[in-house]
């Protein structure tokens, strides 16, 4: 937070009355920068994550200028328009708008694949002040004529290097291209790879830079631990640490859906509400479980990474990495969703014997090692040693050749307690050998099993 207060920025008083009732006093340091620079009508190329509440600092602005001479859009126009890479995220930007403009008098809409686009079509017939979209849909219906770009005079394109690693950059560019070429543009990335740079010159002028958060910078205020533990006894361990009911709010995140639904079927078998998320699920089933996370009647959200993106709940207690991904970007993306906007939070991460080039890899990219915790989960039982012995192959797609690459024994520099049996190489298990996954999303066979039971 910053030492200013938001009145101090010269919002106006409907827009100040909103944010007090969030008991938003201070801007973040991205939205004592940006605010200032968007209401003076500058562009903006912002670099920062989520989490610093990037999307108060371009709504603000936005809905300021479009509320005050409120000019009506005309049918299917829209003013104000703000690209974001996924459906959850579009919801969100959306939601936030209408909170921060809860006493305006401004119509939103939100524009998304992967639902029927009719009811969309009917709200665009009107035109709307500010419509918040995912790049396919909004070209689909730009192209069929029920959407018209020509009135947009404040443009966002938040998330951009998601966008390019979604595949979604030339559907921006054909957009870009259809905008009037007055208006007031935004671009959001954590990352600035060469492309993103080359589209935010292209659809920018002359933009003021602003740059907050250098990537890692919130893990400062997330505790880290780790658990070595055995695939087999990994939900369990799970199942034990949330008998602490300080972990109120917890996301867990698996590697494929398939695990992500087995592990929340799992949690439910043992009266913890869980809710699965990811992509073979439709767009409703989605919001629905995030919805009731949200709403906290589900105390566990399982996802993986994919469906996670974009995902911002406050008040994440717990982030859990059920298993560790393959990416290490990804674990600090993952554990980028506790600790929201200055709070604080924890990330807890089990590691399998097979997943120790995944811990290196992510010990190295964010120079820290990881705290190991010792737990003091039972002596693994004959069949899930068994099980671990049985264990086929190691995971496939790490992208520096094999997991569990390390020495054969390196522990790790661990601490294990007493009876921490659980992440080491029992029953003569190689490093690498408990495979969590294959490529195809299925489990290896040892732990089908163990899920039928
Ligand atoms: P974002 O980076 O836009 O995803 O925002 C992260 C979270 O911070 C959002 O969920 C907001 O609820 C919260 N937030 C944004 N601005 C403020 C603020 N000025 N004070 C407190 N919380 C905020």
Not at 27 to 56: E, H, M, S
Not at 173 to 201: E, W
Not at 381 to 387: I, N, W, Y
Request: aromatic share 4%.
């Amino acid at each position: 937070m910053t030492d200013m207060t938001f009145a101090a920025l010269g919002l106006a008083e409907p827009i100040l009355r909103a944010l007090g009732d969030e008991n938003y006093t201070h801007p973040t340091p991205i939205q004592g920068k940006a605010i200032p620079v968007l209401l003076a009508g500058r562009d903006l190329l912002g670099i920062a994550q989520t989490g610093t509440g990037k999307t108060a600092a371009f709504a603000i602005p936005m809905l300021q200028k479009l509320s005050v001479g409120h000019v009506p859009p005309g049918p299917k126009q829209a003013r104000g328009l703000i690209l974001a890479p996924t459906r959850e995220l579009a919801v969100q930007i959306e939601q936030s708008l209408r909170t921060y403009g809860r006493h305006l008098n401004l119509r939103m809409a939100v524009i998304l694949g992967g639902v029927n686009q009719n009811s969309q079509i009917r709200t665009m017939a009107r035109g709307v002040d500010i419509l918040v979209a995912t790049p396919g849909r909004l070209l689909d219906l730009v192209q069929q004529k029920h959407v018209r770009l020509d009135a947009v005079q404040a443009f966002v394109v938040d998330e951009a290097d998601r966008m390019l690693d979604m595949g979604f950059i030339r559907d921006v560019r054909k957009l870009v291209a259809m905008l009037p070429g007055q208006r007031q543009s935004m671009l959001f990335s954590a990352t600035m790879p060469n492309d993103i740079a080359t589209l935010a010159r292209e659809m920018m002028n002359n933009p003021e830079r602003i740059e907050v958060a250098p990537q890692g910078r919130t893990a400062d205020r997330i505790t880290q631990k780790l658990y070595h533990v055995a695939m087999p006894q990994k939900r369990q361990l799970l199942s034990h640490l949330l008998q602490d009911l300080a972990m109120n709010r917890v996301i867990v995140f698996t590697r494929t859906k398939h695990g992500a639904n087995r592990v929340a079927q799992f949690l439910c078998k043992q009266d913890i509400v869980a809710e699965a998320i990811h992509g073979n699920k439709s767009q409703n089933a989605r919001q629905r479980a995030l919805d009731m996370f949200r709403n906290g009647k589900a105390r566990v959200l399982v996802a993986t990474d994919i469906a996670a993106r974009g995902i911002d709940i406050d008040e994440i207690s717990h982030v859990v990495n059920f298993e560790l991904p393959n990416e290490p970007e990804s674990y600090v993306h993952r554990i980028g969703r506790t600790a929201r906007a200055g709070g604080e939070g924890v990330a807890i991460s089990f590691c399998d014997p097979s997943e120790r080039a995944y811990l290196r890899d992510i010990e190295k990219l964010t120079r820290n090692k990881i705290e190991v915790v010792a737990h003091d989960l039972p002596e693994p039982t004959p069949e899930e040693l068994r099980q671990m012995q049985d264990a086929p192959r190691p995971p496939h797609g790490h992208r520096h050749g094999k997991p569990g690459h390390g020495k054969p024994g390196h522990k790790g520099g661990h601490n294990h307690g007493g009876q921490n049996h659980g992440g080491q190489n029992h029953g003569g298990q190689k490093p690498g050998g408990a495979g969590p996954k294959k490529r195809n999303g299925s489990r290896a066979h040892w732990n089908r099993k163990r899920d039928a039971a």
